[in-house]
């Protein structure tokens, strides 16, 4: 029997953790595609970078915690967790949620991220 073919799969998450979908909908299509055992990869870079924050409160807004959803990523598979260095500074962002593991990385570190990717989703 054949293998399954994996394709490498970059989902860049752009998107602010509770201003739309686009924040839950990169998580649910990151889940999906590691459910089918490809190659996924997530950066968040601009307001995105908000969703790696320690101690959200989204119920106070009647929203779920996407937290929680970060954290079960290597359950399915999905270990490459990105951050925008830039991204950080720009938003004066020192600490992120330690229990993630996520790489911070440089412009060019991302450049090449798209470059190795078959497909590319941005939220």
Known sequence: MNQP???KILIVNQSAPYSSGNAKESLDLALAAGTFEQDVSILFTG??????????????????NLSQMLKVLPIYGVESLFVDEQSL????????DNDLKITKISASES????????TVFRF
């Open 47 to 64: 307001d995105a970078c908000y969703q790696l924050l320690a101690a959200q409160k989204p119920k106070e807004i009647d929203s779920k």
């Open 89 to 96: 500074l720009n938003r004066n962002i020192r600490h992120i």
């Open 111 to 118: 450049r090449e991220l798209f470059q190795s990717a078959a």
């Open 5 to 7: 073919k994996t394709k």
